[in-house]
């Protein structure tokens, strides 16, 4: 049957794909040496056929000028606000001691491979050019567990910020794309039950505070207490994970469509499925974790009574911490990613965001939770490395913020110049660019027009934009008496000041200057 | 033919990939409805069949545990090296005005299409999983060209840094790789001429004095005066671009191995490349520039003129900025890429650098050029965008750097903590934890151990590794009469100080210690 299929090509896309696909080599792999020889005669007249063909597809040709669906450019604008948000944060993560790491934009396909359950569709694969099998990072986590594994590290707290990629359809109005940031923080090693864990949590809480963009709620969970309730309600072991995958559509679907989905997609009982559905509209404090710990069912699992006496624990270090009052114990939350074996949590945003007449519902901001297995399945002999962790959604910070922007409720400086050096006359371009020379030299952050005789108003124009606050203004008269101006852009007052002493005068008025205010995300 | 050659395949895996290749699409989109109906059946049929396949497929296999060829992990200390060198440079961008931009890591391939030459054969492919056709960056350069074209803006001075990739062979003990960070700051717009030119050259000698890794020349020449060269030697217009990438590779390879090259497989006359090989071997100041304006063969060129009266402006312009002795006009410059259009340059360190015993020569360390026409390439009334700018090649700075670490004449800091909370007796996790969040929430950089009970010479120990400064030391006796200790881990003294004065105890201490120092890359 293959090959009355492959009578149909006629024209040349055909031919030429197919002989690609030979050519490449996966295709000659498979089969004998005589074959082999008798296909490369093949392949070269076809190889030849080919090249005719190519030149022509080489004419040029008109596109579209776009970016790949699903990914976007950050402005200045844009990458101001990001920069200083990835500060920000970044700061948190090294008060608790993080150090930094960076890994690879792509890996081999097969270390990614089973490690994301149902998403694995969604992996960016590379073309094979011959070579090794490629594909874009799905995350950080993997990553992560891969280098500890494969540098034999035991004990490691990081931190990892860099793009990620899933071949998604986004909804890129609530800024989620096929290419977008990750923000991670993770803590490797054999340590005491809910100690790293509870710090994950402390440090979301910094985070999300430090950043002010509106009120939250911490919901955990814990994926033994997950495993144990599905058990309780009569889910055979199999179906745990992907009954897991049902229940983590909890925040976006109403228990109505999980259940069918539930029954009709992962043959779960409808009992079974009834029982899960009284367990998973509970939430709230250590008093419910303790009632649950006497459930008739729930009590009768090892692994619910494990999952419930952690989630006691980690209640009582974030009162240590004092973060008591942003978590909430919820029995809905799943997550979706297979990799879980402990906690589990995410951060939600409790009330829309208001910008301008409009209300965003921005939802999840933050999430993570404990993957002791992962490292292991990259370790020849199944060496375990214990790891937690948080990721920052900040491609939805950012969303929240660029709006505001557009909103006209902030307001961003995307440069840092704190001189201008202007002409108001014609033919001083070498005079500017001596003075210019001066103060890069003295280390003051310095602009000037890379026009011969830019007209005086658009210099100072220029500054205004740009929020530059001092402008150096050359005149012929001054400069004939050893002397030059300085502008303040603000109040429009100038000073004569000698030109030899210029870089101090320049340094005493920066010093005054709040700068601070000027260039204030 | 084709069908002899598919009578061939036998095993699963060939059917696999044939029928992968018949599913993606391509195959289909080229034949009629009818067909496309019959092969729909036959798809499904085989699909059956592959699902069957794919099972056996998914039993855990055993792969190398590696990154892909010709890429690595960035460890904690390679972390901290890249991100003190990023922010020097970043440091001098800010210094020159220059705001920050991103784009995605792939583009539409017909983007990159046609942009690089000879090298265009090195793009990395995204595999066809249905949608649009993306390739890898090759560098910032074009994704540069297609942002502005593409946002319709005319002015820019932007800096971007971001990995860039290319199916290179590289030497990778060298510093270079497949996956590597590029570094750059270009000016694109409409100015007088040579004046963002000169400003670029200046960035980077601001640069390398910053960073201060060796001695270098910043070697500048002229595409103009290149291809009056070709034409005044009698090369044929069009090949002037190919004939310009032999002369590219002048910088490792001797003269004679070029000529040959230019005969052989460029096809330029014997007679032609002799008198090519005259100019290429002259270099030096303004005097050379005016010496070849009065050459019998290039004074009858156009170009050539138009490329000395802009070495000549350029080298005058150098003069100003105060950094004419780092500049040297040589005739054998060349640069790979095809789309630069004026003035080219390219710093390269003078000596090798010494590191323990050994010697490394480093060679190219930053390049760049001015390319005028590559906007207009993506502007549908190819409307031009003048650009011109400078990529630091940060790749080998690290790979400088990285070696002196590793021989020992550098330390770094791989986190920046200041305060580890020990405990000298057992059970006092919990006591940890909440002087944990009053330093934590006092903003002070904290740790401790996530073990309930931890040794104290394992608790010091840490922060002597770690060079953390100072230790607060939990115990029993002091605690009850409401005291900690402070121990300053260099000098071995300790303090008590009152429990409810700790932050400020902390903080005054801090600020005593010259941290600086400490954390000194």
Chains 1, 2 share one sequence.
Not at 163 to 177: E, Q, S
Not at 201 to 209: M, P, Q, S
Not at 358 to 374: K, M
Not at 407 to 429: C, H, I, P, W
Request: charged content about 30%; some cysteine.
């Amino acid at each position: 049957m293959l090959f009355r299929m492959l009578k149909f090509p006629k024209n040349h896309r055909a031919v030429l794909q197919l002989c690609n696909f030979v050519h490449n080599g996966s295709f000659t792999k498979s089969i004998s040496t005589t074959a082999c020889y008798k296909i490369q005669e093949e392949v070269k007249k076809l190889l030849a056929l080919k090249s005719q063909l190519v030149t022509e597809d080489a004419v040029p040709q008109k596109f579209t000028l776009k970016t790949p669906k699903g990914t976007r450019d950050y402005n200045p604008q844009q990458m101001a606000i990001r920069n200083d948000v990835l500060q920000k944060i970044i700061a948190v993560f090294k008060k608790h001691g993080a150090e930094c790491i960076d890994t690879p934009v792509f890996e081999l396909k097969d270390v990614l491979t089973g490690k994301y359950g149902e998403d694995s569709k969604l992996i960016y694969d590379l073309k094979d050019q011959g070579g090794e099998i490629l594909s874009l990072r799905y995350d950080l986590t993997v990553p992560l567990a891969r280098y500890l594994a494969m540098s034999k590290i035991t004990m490691l707290k990081r931190y990892h910020i860099a793009k990620v990629y899933r071949r998604d359809n986004p909804a890129m109005t609530r800024g989620r794309y096929r290419e977008f940031y990750q923000c991670d923080f993770d803590i490797a090693g054999q340590y005491d039950l809910m100690v790293p864990d509870a710090e994950c949590l402390k440090v979301v809480t910094e985070i999300l505070n430090f950043l002010d963009i509106g009120k939250y709620v911490l919901k955990v969970n814990h994926r033994r207490l997950l495993d144990g309730m599905f058990e309780a309600c009569g889910v055979p072991a199999d179906k745990f994970r992907t009954t897991c995958s049902s229940v983590d559509k909890l925040d976006k679907s109403p228990w109505e469509e999980v259940r069918t989905e539930m029954i009709n997609e992962k043959g779960v009982m409808p009992e079974a499925a009834d029982r899960i559905g009284k367990y998973v509209i509970m939430n709230g404090g250590v008093e419910l974790a303790e009632k649950l710990l006497k459930d008739e069912k729930l009590s009768n699992s090892k692994a619910a009574i494990e999952g419930l006496e952690g989630i006691i624990l980690l209640l009582k270090y974030c009162e240590l911490f004092g973060i008591k009052d942003k978590i909430l114990f919820d029995l809905s939350l799943a997550r979706g990613l297979d990799y879980y074996t402990g906690v589990i949590y995410e951060a939600v945003l409790t009330e829309p965001i208001k910008i301008g007449n409009e209300e965003q519902t921005v939802g999840s901001i933050a999430g993570g939770g404990r993957y002791d297995n992962l490292v292991g399945m990259f370790d020849s002999k199944n060496k375990q490395v214990p790891c937690v962790g948080v990721s920052i959604g900040v491609e939805r910070i950012f969303s929240v913020l660029e709006a505001k922007l557009a909103a006209g409720e902030m307001r961003v400086r995307t440069n840092e110049v704190d001189v201008y050096v202007a002409s108001a006359q014609k033919n001083f371009l070498e005079e500017r660019m001596k003075i210019c020379t001066e103060l890069w030299d003295a280390g003051i952050k310095t602009e000037h027009s890379y026009k011969k005789n830019p007209k005086m108003l658009t210099q100072l124009q220029h500054c205004e934009d740009n929020c530059i606050p001092l402008a150096v203004v050359l005149g012929e008269s001054e400069l004939k008496r050893g002397m030059v101006k300085i502008r303040n852009i603000v109040s429009r007052q100038e000073e004569e000041v000698p030109r030899e002493k210029l870089v101090d005068e320049v340094n005493a008025r920066l010093a005054l200057l709040n700068t601070k205010g000027i260039n204030g995300v």
